[in-house]
């Protein structure tokens, strides 16, 4: 964890941009919330094929004319390299200076991968303009289509000599595949700061479905405890609070460089956890 411990830390929410109207409204009440804690960024994610292009953008933007730092994810998978030149023409011409660059999943029945592959060829299409600070996320229990651990820690060195700026994990629970792979990442010489994601427990059971696909493991024991209490939705919140709020705190002791959390677009779980943690 040495080389995390350098890093001043980092605190930022992440939300995805709303379908509606009303989606719209639930989430200004949010991030109006949330910016009370001072985040260094929020971030708003995007959807595969640029569906959502329009209405990350317009999240972004109602954030940063508020006076906060908001940072639009852009992903490649199913783009042609001139769609994604106009995209990052686009933020650049909005003032935007912070992006999260993904290669993002291909939706089911799509024909083509792309012209720009993987994460490691996005970033180095962002940074030709030198004008983005440039966040890549990273797997510490291993992104499900990767080979094998070795490549995908391949896979993640190579996003960073692209120039990649910061990385941003996946969420996970096991605090220890964060540890062991900040370490590994350490003995390939990558020191870049690793902002642990952090996933806060509302509705379980979408939860562990969410988690089979995206490479996150819920440990035995917290799947077991959670599915013991069946629909006592109040149960479960407090147990996952309790156990969030734990693994953030056992996290910045170590040394993490700070937290980024999921959102969902609610306010309420991620302010308990921060006012829990005194931060
Ligand atoms: P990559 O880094 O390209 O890796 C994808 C896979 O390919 C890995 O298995 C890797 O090992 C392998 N790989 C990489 N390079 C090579 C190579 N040269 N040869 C062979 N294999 C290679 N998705 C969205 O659609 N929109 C979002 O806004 C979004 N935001 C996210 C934010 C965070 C913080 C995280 C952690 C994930 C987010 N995702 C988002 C999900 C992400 O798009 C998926 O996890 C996706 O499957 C992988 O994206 P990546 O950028 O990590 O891909």
Same mark, same amino acid.
Do not use: C, E, V
């Given at each position: 964890m040495e080389s995390q411990k350098k890093h001043p830390r980092t605190f930022s929410f992440e939300f995805f941009p709303p379908k509606t109207p009303e989606g719209m409204e639930k989430l200004r009440a949010t991030w109006k919330q949330l910016a009370q804690l001072k985040p260094r960024f929020f971030s708003c994610t995007y959807g595969a094929g640029g #569906?959502?292009? /329009?209405r990350t953008l317009e999240t972004v933007l109602e954030i940063q004319a508020a006076g906060h730092r908001a940072a639009p994810h852009i992903s490649c998978i199913g783009a042609t390299r001139a769609d994604i030149a106009a995209t990052l023409e686009l933020y650049k011409s909005k003032g935007i200076g912070h992006i999260v660059a993904l290669r993002g999943d291909l939706p089911s029945g799509a024909a083509s991968a792309g012209e720009v592959r993987y994460a490691s060829d996005l970033v180095a299409l962002i940074r030709e303009r030198n004008h983005f600070h440039i966040e890549v996320a990273c797997y510490p229990e291993f992104h499900p289509q990767a080979r094998s651990p070795r490549e995908d820690l391949a896979s993640f060195k190579r996003k960073i000599e692209a120039g990649a700026d910061a990385a941003i994990t996946q969420y996970f629970y096991n605090i220890d595949s964060?540890? @062991?792979f900040v370490d590994d990442c350490e003995a390939l010489g990558i020191d870049l700061p690793i902002v642990p %994601?952090? =996933?806060p427990i509302g509705n379980f059971s979408q939860l562990a479905r969410f988690s089979d696909n995206c490479g996150a493991e819920i440990p035995r024991w917290l799947r !077991?405890? =959670?599915q013991s209490l069946g629909d006592d939705v109040a149960s479960i919140? #407090? $147990?996952g609070l309790d156990v969030v709020t734990e693994l953030c /705190? @056992? !996290? !910045?002791s170590a040394g993490a460089p %700070? $937290?980024?959390f999921y959102t969902m677009n609610q306010a309420g779980l991620t302010s308990t956890i921060w006012q @829990? !943690? /005194?931060l």
């Open positions: #569906s959502t292009r /329009d964060y540890f @062991r %994601g952090i =996933m !077991l405890k =959670m919140r #407090s $147990l /705190d @056992r !996290l !910045l %700070g $937290l980024h @829990r !943690l /005194d």
